[in-house]
């Protein structure tokens, strides 16, 4: 496709980005944002310093020759000339040009891709908080408190039962997980047609297909297998089963037939949701909590810390105290 075709598409893109939207470029992670596309440019405003910067046209097809002409479509970021970064970010708005900054690379794909857009630190503040109605989310949440609070570097120190309470959550993470991994995994199964990488920001996916065999019913089985000269008995071997029901009616003992190896491991037996809930609510309240005014939050945690004083004070009893109450006379 032509350079050309791809300048209007990458206009096309950058008009329709949010007035507010910040970009960052990937490597001096630099933010900034598109205040104007023009034909022959586009015009970015720096967020932390007073500047505006007009990319010209001509640069950009610069790079993006750069990046076409590469063998596998692929340019090193840190090839790129001073202050070019800019150019690079802008591209990532493409549906076809996409940044890995892990690799350090710009690269053109063959998929439409997804663009990293960042905020400024005064929009994440004024974003509200959502909590996702996920069971992966409240049990990792609970299992995140417990690592904060435990010294898991050392499990040989830590009581047997906080150890019980890691590996119960640990359990749970794990399945609600596999649960959400499965529906996220049929999601994005049904967006891949073919066997290329399509990457994200921490990893990539790749189609891939499991070849899984079961035996027709044993008559078409051996008779198939005797037409083309294979005798019987060479493909017949014992079945376990009907090994298990000869052994409930002979005098044969377990280990006459099986070699036997034990194992132990730990299974998890019960969990007590109420005390699960309780802690979450707990630390659901405090997350809340920390979104509040720093000042708030620790006028709070004073108040409540003399207010336990207070309490202490009043409850405890010390035998060696002596008590004087003031009267009118004094």
């Not at 990046?67 to 970010?89: G, I, S, Y």
């Amino acid at each position: 496709m032509s350079f050309s075709v791809n300048w209007h598409t990458l206009l096309e893109e950058a008009d329709e980005l949010p007035s507010d939207a910040v970009l960052v470029t990937p490597l001096s992670h630099t933010p900034f944002r598109i205040s104007e596309t023009q034909e022959h440019r586009i015009i970015v405003d720096y967020v932390e310093k007073d500047e505006t910067r007009p990319l010209q046209r001509e640069q950009f097809e610069t790079l993006f020759r750069r990046v076409h002409d590469e063998p596998n479509q692929e340019f090193a970021l840190d090839r790129l000339p001073p202050d070019a970064e800019p150019f690079a970010t802008v591209w990532s708005l493409h549906p076809r040009m996409e940044i890995d900054e892990d690799a350090g690379i710009i690269r053109q794909n063959d998929l439409e891709t997804t663009t990293q857009i960042a905020t400024t630190g005064d929009e994440d503040e004024e974003t509200e908080r959502t909590e996702p109605d996920l069971q992966v989310y409240s049990d990792a949440l609970l299992l995140t408190d417990a690592l904060e609070r435990h010294d898991v570097d050392t499990f040989g120190d830590i009581e047997t039962d906080t150890l019980v309470d890691l590996y119960t959550m640990l359990s749970d993470v794990q399945r609600s997980a596999n649960d959400l991994r499965k529906e996220v995994a049929d999601v994005i199964l049904s967006r891949l047609h073919h066997d290329q990488p399509v990457s994200g920001q921490f990893g990539s996916v790749q189609r891939t297909a499991r070849r899984q065999r079961s035996l027709k019913d044993e008559e078409t089985v051996l008779n198939a297998l005797e037409a083309a000269g294979i005798d019987r008995e060479r493909v017949t071997s014992v079945d376990r089963d009907k090994v298990d029901d000869a052994l409930e009616v002979t005098e044969l003992s377990e280990t006459d037939l099986y070699d036997i190896e034990s194992t132990e491991y730990v299974r998890k037996a019960d969990v007590d949701e109420e005390t699960k809930e309780t802690r979450l609510q707990g630390l659901k309240d405090r997350l809340v909590a920390s979104d509040a005014d720093d000042d708030e939050v620790q006028q709070l945690q004073d108040e409540i810390a003399e207010l336990e004083d207070r309490i202490e004070e009043l409850t405890s009893f010390d035998s060696g105290a002596s008590y004087h109450t003031s009267s009118a006379t004094e």
